[in-house]
T-cell receptor
Framework: NAGVTQTPKFQVLKTGQSMTLQCAQD?????MYWYRQDPGMGLRLIYY???????DKGEVPNGYNVSRLNKREFSLRLESAAPSQTSVYFC????????????FGPGTRLLVL | QQQVKQSPQSLIVQKGGISIINCAYE??????FPWYQQFPGKGPALLIA?????SEKKEGRFTISFNKSAKQFSLHIMDSQPGDSATYFC????????????FGTGTRLTVIP
């Protein structure tokens, strides 16, 4: 039982390049989330998916797109990376109950030059 | 606009001392207040959580104190240990909304042996 897994662990991009961050969970959770973590800013929600087939914008969605491929997988895509997107990205998942815990993956460290 | 304000940004405590981290919120619809612990290179993990129907919750050396009228809550770590050195995030969510978590900006705790 791996919980939430993310790939890659680390990536360097040049400005304008695109990439997809992958996330998968094996806990049969309905809800999945993408956050970015920046120094002094805490964790900010980019996009979330309350259930398979649905996605919604969070606090900072500009410059990102997401796909809920199936119940297990939720990917985050940067179409044209910018230096402002240099950050650590975390995926999380949560079960169905109103007070279920969010479980986080280990993160992807992204550097955009 | 930060929905949950957290202080201090960093904290240094001697081994055996008490660590106190404070958070404040404005949205009276928030009804769930978790604390997450994050070690370097790892994703955040739930430490302890409280609902506003109680004023205090204790789990081992960790206690949340909640003041509904002041819209404040705090984490107390008793008998702080070097292994407690980590970044701590408070958060809040509302069952009437999308149940998304709003995080504080984090407190880096260092416990000196």
């Amino acid at each position: 039982n791996a919980g939430v897994t993310q790939t890659p662990k680390f990536q360097v991009l040049k400005t304008g390049q695109s990439m997809t961050l992958q996330c998968a969970q094996d806990m049969n959770h309905n809800s999945m989330y993408w956050y970015r973590q920046d120094p002094g800013m805490g964790l900010r929600l980019i996009y979330y998916s309350a259930s398979e087939g649905t996605t919604d914008k969070g606090e900072v969605p500009n410059g990102y797109n997401v796909s809920r491929l199936n119940k297990r997988e939720f990917s985050l895509r940067l179409e044209s990376a910018a230096p402002s997107q240099t950050s650590v990205y975390f995926c999380a998942s949560r079960g169905t109950g109103a007070r279920e815990t969010q479980y986080f993956g280990p993160g992807t460290r992204l550097l955009v030059l | 606009q930060q929905q949950v304000k957290q202080s201090p940004q960093s904290l240094i405590v001697q081994k055996g001392g008490i660590s106190i981290i404070n958070c404040a919120y404005e949205n009276t619809a928030f009804d769930y207040f978790p604390w997450y612990q994050q070690f370097p290179g790892k994703g955040p993990a739930l430490l302890i959580a409280i609902r506003p129907d109680v004023s205090e919750k204790k789990e081992g050396r960790f206690t949340i104190s909640f003041n509904k009228s002041a819209k404040q809550f705090s984490l107390h770590i008793m008998d702080s240990q070097p292994g407690d050195s980590a970044t701590y995030f408070c958060a809040a969510s509302s069952q009437t909304g999308a149940n998304n978590l709003f995080f504080g900006t984090g407190t880096r705790l260092t416990v000196i042996p």
